[in-house]
């Protein structure tokens, strides 16, 4: 079955890059997805990545995709407070319904 | 916009109360999807629907059952609460489509059983 896995917690001081890892199982996955979470609130999607594509940028954020090692990566470039979040990468699998299979989730602390 | 909505936004239950949540979305997603959210645990699926009048199991289905009567909304249920259900729980949307989807998500139900 699908199994999405992420660390619990990341610090970071202000200004500092930040990189959230996730490894994940189903090599069918299509799109892979970061979603942000702040405190109280739903998930917004932050990016995504397609699954023939090795790397994305978006303005502060990198991602990174090792297909062969099933490896995903989000780099945030010059970590600012407002980046203080839960960050959940998502892999949807193939099949109907679009489904998404959602890691633990990544609690990042921004310092100053 | 209102994108997802869903109510209550908190409640509290006693063991065996029954309760529905409420999601409704207004931008004619044809894909609806319950998830609850546990601290360690990430989102797991609850149960799905592709469509009005269709319903799917997901993840951990089990105690909760739901309900697409109308495109617009869906309905979770709980027929006799149980405190391992307490929990966070979010509704989200999306269209049918084969390329890029983005799930639009509620801003959750929190939700206690006592």
């Known amino acids: 079955g699908e199994d999405v896995e992420q660390s619990l917690f990341l610090s970071v001081r202000e200004g500092d890059s930040s990189v959230i890892n996730c490894t994940y199982t189903?090599?069918?996955?299509?799109?892979l997805y970061w979603y942000k979470q702040e405190p109280g609130a739903g998930l917004q999607l932050l990016t995504y990545?397609?699954?023939?594509?090795d790397m994305k940028q978006d303005q502060r954020l990198t991602v990174l995709l090792n297909k062969k090692d099933k490896h995903l990566s989000l780099r945030i470039a010059d970590t600012q407070t407002g980046d203080s979040a839960i960050y959940f990468c998502a892999e949807r699998p193939a099949g109907g319904g679009n489904k998404l299979t959602f890691g633990t989730g990544t609690q990042l602390k921004v310092e100053l | 916009n209102a994108g997802v909505t869903q109510t209550p936004k908190f409640r509290v239950l006693k063991t065996g109360q029954s309760m529905t949540l409420l999601c409704a979305q207004d931008?004619?997603?044809?894909?609806m999807y319950w998830y609850r959210q546990d601290p360690g645990m990430g989102l797991r699926l609850i149960h799905y629907s592709v469509g009005e009048g269709t319903t799917a199991k997901g993840e951990v289905p089990d105690g909760y059952n739901v309900s697409r009567l109308k495109k617009q909304n869906f309905l979770l249920g709980l027929e006799s609460a149980a405190p391992s259900q307490t929990s966070v729980y979010f509704c989200?949307?999306?269209?049918?489509?084969?390329?890029?989807?983005?799930?639009?998500f509620g801003q959750g139900t929190r939700l206690t059983v006592v």
């Open positions: 189903d090599s069918s996955s299509t799109y």
């Open positions: 990545i397609f699954s023939n594509m």
């Open positions: 989200a949307s999306s269209y049918r489509a084969s390329g890029l989807t983005e799930a639009f």
């Open positions: 931008m004619n997603h044809e894909y």
